[in-house]
């Protein structure tokens, strides 16, 4: 049995992705790069300077690295107010009982995300209270493959990698567990990813595998 369970965040405990898909979008339709869902699918997991490096790449454009920063900037502003709509209710009752259960067992749980917003959505939807550590975008150098913000998560809670389980909704987040030498658990997008090892349809399948 494993000693600690360390969680993406978005896809996995709460979805942002359309707030992402949203403001990305209307960065890519002033630069006039196409960019549908499928697009915005290549960008799960990954750092924001990354996300925009490959909306550049979709459409050929270079720029100057104080251009980018200020259109990644921009993006952020836009996602950040979205964001402030988020509320306790868009966390899945099946989130907050498995959290609950896993506590009871005396599961350690951190979170480990890509996101330099993580502790601000984890305020607003009332997630905090769940976990033991936080490790995200403001605490790391390299991102997801890069199994850093693993790392730390599993450090933060005092663990060893193999004494801990990623859930991973991103292919980027299974490679960075898998790196990280956790045990990797896939799940949404991630369930149908071959290096993971275990596959799970919803959060609360957790508890029966672990
Ligand atoms: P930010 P996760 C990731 O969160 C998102 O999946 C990804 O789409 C986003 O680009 C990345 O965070 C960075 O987010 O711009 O807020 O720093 O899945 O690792 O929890
Ligand atoms: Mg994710």
Redesign the pocket.
């Known amino acids: 049995m494993k000693q600690g369970i360390i969680f ?5 405990l709460i979805s ?2 359309e707030m ?1 898909y949203t403001a990305w979008k209307s960065i890519a339709d002033e630069l006039g790069i196409p960019f549908g869902r499928k697009e915005n699918n290549l ?6 300077m ?2 925009l490096d490959i909306i550049l790449g979709l459409g050929n454009l270079s720029l100057t690295e104080e251009e980018k920063q200020n259109l ?1 900037e921009r ?2 502003d836009r ?1 950040v107010s979205l964001l402030r709509s988020l509320t306790p209710e868009a966390v899945t009752q099946d989130v907050r009982d498995t959290l609950i259960k896993l506590k009871r067992r005396g599961i350690k749980t951190a ?8 502790k601000l959505i984890l305020k607003l939807t009332g997630l905090a209270e769940y976990f033991d550590a936080v490790s ?2 403001t605490n790391i150098t390299k991102s ?1 493959p890069d199994p850093e ?1 693993f790392l730390k998560g599993a450090d933060y809670l005092g663990l060893s990698p193999q004494a801990c389980a990623v859930v991973e ?2 292919v980027a ?1 299974i490679d960075s567990a898998n790196a990280g030498g956790f045990y990797s658990i896939g799940i949404g997008d991630a369930a149908s990813y071959e290096k993971a090892d275990a596959k799970i349809g919803n959060i609360g399948e957790l508890l029966s595998i672990i």
């Open positions: 993406d965040l978005d896809g996995v942002t992705d992402h960008l799960r997991g990954v750092s924001r990354a996300s990644a993006k952020n996602y979170v480990g995300s890509s996101s330099k917003n993580a995200d975008g997801k913000v909704d991103a987040g």
